[in-house]
Structure formats: structure tokens, C-alpha cells
């Protein structure tokens, strides 16, 4: 499975476009790179996938170099609501849906 | 639609005894499995299934049990509870094929005193 690093913590501001890199480099030609998000006392909940460049969709933007080495989750304009760790998820082992998440990103949204 | 549920939502055990944490989903997943996540620390996979009647262990197993007799129910047995498994446990599904989205319970926050 291929070893993830990420940010322990991150502040932002409401309404601040908030980008958070994580880095991949030992990433397998048939990974995905997923990212999670987990509100506190909740379980995590999926936010965005994707193989290479660039994926948007209503929650978020997935960028993805051509080297796929790292990956860049832009959260766009937040609110305090977007408070929560947040988790990136690389290579998947035997061919199942077996995730392994890593300490993760808390994110910190200030008024 | 329920997805995936947990209960009890809250236990508290005394060192020694055995309680089993129940996990169902409504989604037809053959892909199902069980998280503890201590303060502060990311998700750690206990067990998997793969299907009825396939299971396998994860990074941690140690004190865990697990059985898969149906698609829907995947519960995590505690055999003798000890204050080191005093954590949130969270179950998941999915579709068996990797790159596919989870889907996690509300958790099940335990205490063993």
C-alpha cells in the first residue's frame, strides 16, 4: 500500500479556499487517490476520487500532477461547517475495498 | 433508505465481559468492515469480509471476533472486554471491487472500565 503524508492541522477562515497536499510517492500505476472527510463523533464520509489531473465535483476539486506523486484537495470558499479531519487514502490491497487511513488533516475553520 | 447501522450507539463493559457490536446494511454490499478509532488517532481496520462467509483480519485483530453468515450482518464480537479496547468503533461498506465509496456507520462509542 503506498504511504501517505499529509498536514496534522490546518486553520482557515470562512470563505477561504482551503487547499490541503498530500503526498504520495511510492503511488502504484493502478492506484486511485480518495479522500474522506469525518466530522467529530461521526463516521467518515467520502468526498472525491481520481486517477489523474483533475476531478470536481459539488464538495470539492481533486488535483492530481502528471508524476501522480501527490494530490491536492481544494475545498472552495468554506464555513465553519467544513470543520473536520480530513483523510487521504492511497492504493488498495488484493483487489478489495480495503481502506487504511492514516492520522489525517484536522481542519480548523475560524469566523 | 438506512445504509449502514450500528447499535448500540454507547456501552459501557466492565474488564472481563463479552458484548457483541452489531453491524447491518441495506445495500447489498459484499464488502463489510470494522474500525476502532481512539482519541485523537485515525481509523484502524480490525477485521474484513469479503462476502458470507469470508472473513479476514486487519491491522488489528487481536481480541476481536467476527462471523459473516449473511450479506447484511457483520457483527464484532468482544470476548473478554479489556480497558484497551475503551474506543469508537465504526463499521463500513461497500462494494467488493476496490476504488469504490464507503459507506460507515454513525460508530458505537465503548467504555470498559
Known amino acids: 500500500l503506498a504511504k501517505t503524508t499529509q498536514p496534522i492541522s490546518m486553520d482557515s477562515y470562512e470563505g477561504q479556499e482551503v487547499n490541503i497536499t498530500c503526498s504520495h510517492n511510492?503511488?502504484?500505476?493502478?492506484?486511485?487517490i480518495t479522500w474522506y472527510q469525518q466530522f467529530p463523533s461521526q463516521g467518515p464520509r467520502f468526498i472525491i476520487q481520481?486517477?489523474?489531473t483533475k476531478v470536481t465535483n459539488e464538495v470539492a476539486s481533486l488535483f492530481i500532477p502528471a508524476d501522480r506523486k501527490s494530490s491536492t484537495l481544494s475545498l472552495p470558499r468554506v464555513s465553519l461547517s467544513d470543520t473536520a479531519v480530513y483523510y487521504c487514502?492511497?492504493?488498495?490491497?488484493?483487489?478489495?475495498?480495503?481502506?487504511?487511513f492514516g492520522a489525517g488533516t484536522r481542519l480548523a475553520v475560524h469566523p | 433508505n438506512a445504509g449502514v447501522t450500528q447499535t448500540p450507539k454507547f456501552q459501557v463493559l466492565k474488564t472481563g465481559q463479552s458484548m457483541t457490536l452489531q453491524c447491518a446494511q441495506d445495500?447489498?454490499?459484499?464488502?463489510m468492515s470494522w474500525y476502532r478509532q481512539d482519541p485523537g488517532m485515525g481509523l484502524r481496520l480490525i477485521h474484513y469480509?469479503?462476502?458470507?462467509?469470508?472473513?479476514d483480519q486487519g491491522e488489528v485483530p487481536n481480541g476481536y471476533n467476527v462471523s459473516r453468515s449473511t450479506t447484511e450482518d457483520f457483527p464484532l464480537r468482544l470476548l473478554s472486554a479489556a480497558p484497551s479496547q475503551t474506543s469508537v468503533y465504526f463499521c463500513?461498506?461497500?462494494?467488493?471491487?476496490?476504488?469504490?465509496?464507503?459507506?460507515f456507520g454513525q460508530g458505537t462509542r465503548l467504555t470498559v472500565v
Open positions: 445495500m447489498n454490499h459484499e464488502y
Open positions: 463500513a461498506s461497500s462494494l467488493r471491487t476496490q476504488n469504490t465509496e464507503a459507506f
Open positions: 481520481g486517477y489523474k
Open positions: 469480509s469479503v462476502g458470507a462467509g469470508i472473513t
Open positions: 487514502l492511497v492504493g488498495l490491497s488484493g483487489g478489495y475495498n480495503k481502506l487504511i
Open positions: 511510492n503511488i502504484a500505476t493502478n492506484d486511485y
